[in-house]
């Protein structure tokens, strides 16, 4: 929403309050400036002052959502909008006005970048990236949400890779609305019981191709772009290491044994249990291969799930799911990579309370069910992988509750997009073979110190 029908919709709400607006000029008004019907008719009876409406009789607090591209039909971002507005909005005269984002999450952050720079609260609660709240929480553009807002005690129902996630220095500077995570897929009619270790998964591999029940043993996302980062990251977990150090964020711990066995057990894939190609691969990629029934084990995320049991899967019935693998002498379990979404409060608005409102409202059962069950998000409350009307919508979210609360982030940095830049470069030059699994992590390693120094 432009600064301008940002305006537009503060001088409409102003107008019917003092009665110099009819319901009629108000409804095309706001259609006029881009809200849908639905949002227009909320907004106008938050506004009209029926009995128990606290914004009727007050002022009414008008804030924006802005999300990430919902592409459910009808949207369920506008349902759960319209929930809050019915229901805790119009007790505590909040109204919250939806904004679809755009389908590229650079074009989301490119406008973020353009509102926060010139100090405008044009969007109030704003939907991020799971790697991006250190970076705007260090740039002063996000509130941080206190204790009092939000206790430990009711931050403990929430999982915990995706509560790090919204965590700088410290402090919550976000709240997380729905998290992803990294799966692998197995064919339980080729593989009868799956691996729990990457020594296991290429053992099982080669003998699937051997005896010749699949084309390939594994396919995965080793393309030049954020996926590598999060396939090499859940390798890398799996073998005890980490990118930096998770209690200091300038501390670079990448160039480690425990990376190098990460980093050269990939690279031994690459033309092996994996096809060549797979240096080529992003999500679909990879997904198409293992749906055609042309792979004995995949990495991917949830959405993956449906669509390789839908009609015309060559795998359809016949493959399962597991967390992410161990490798070495690590001890300590195999970790998926989390992705998702967070919302954060726009430093600059002036409607902090209310943004923090509508936040609380999302993280709430009702609307953590609704996202589940009629999107199949992989929300952050964790009662809802237990809650009976999810499951019976959602059988997958049974299985992915133990594997969510051993999920870990992306190394958390303010840097993270020049981060994740330097990571793509050289691990990918490894797995083309154009530099040593040594010499990448080196690289990597100096470039890292560079970006956190």
Partial sequence: MTPERRDAMDEMIVKIRSGRLTRRSFLERATAIGLSSTAAVSL???CGGTSGSTGGNGSTVNIVWQSEKDSTTPSVYQSVTDDFNKSVGHQKGIHVTWQQGPASTNDLLTKYDDMLR????S?????????????FAANGWSKPITN????????SNYLPGPIQSCTFQGNLVAAPLRTDLGLMYYRKDIITT?????????SMSKDAVAKGKTKYGYVWQGAQYEGIVCDFVEVLYGFGGTILDPNDSKKVTINSPAAQQALAAMVSWVGTISPAAVTTYQEDDARLVWQNGNSAFMRNWPYAYSLGNASGSAVAGKFDIHGLLTGGSNTDGGHSCTGGWNLAIN?????????????????GPAAQKKLAIDASQTVTLQSVYDDSDVLA???????????LQNARPRPVSPRYPDLSNV?????????KKQETPSAALSAISSGLQTLVS
């Fill in 44 to 46: 106008l009876e938050a």
């Fill in 393 to 403: 919508k959602q059988p997958l979210f049974g299985k992915l509750k133990p594997i």
């Fill in 148 to 155: 009092t807002q939000w206790p430990s005690s009711a931050r």
């Fill in 194 to 202: 799956p691996p729990e270790t990457w020594d296991d998964l290429v």
């Fill in 423 to 431: 990571l793509q470069q050289h691990l990918y030059a490894a797995l």
């Fill in 118 to 121: 010139a100090r405008s609260h």
């Fill in 347 to 363: 430093a600059y608005t002036p409607n902090s309370d209310a943004s923090w409102e509508f936040i609380n409202y999302l993280l």
């Fill in 123 to 135: 969007i109030d609660v704003m939907s991020i990236d799971v790697v991006y709240p250190a970076e």
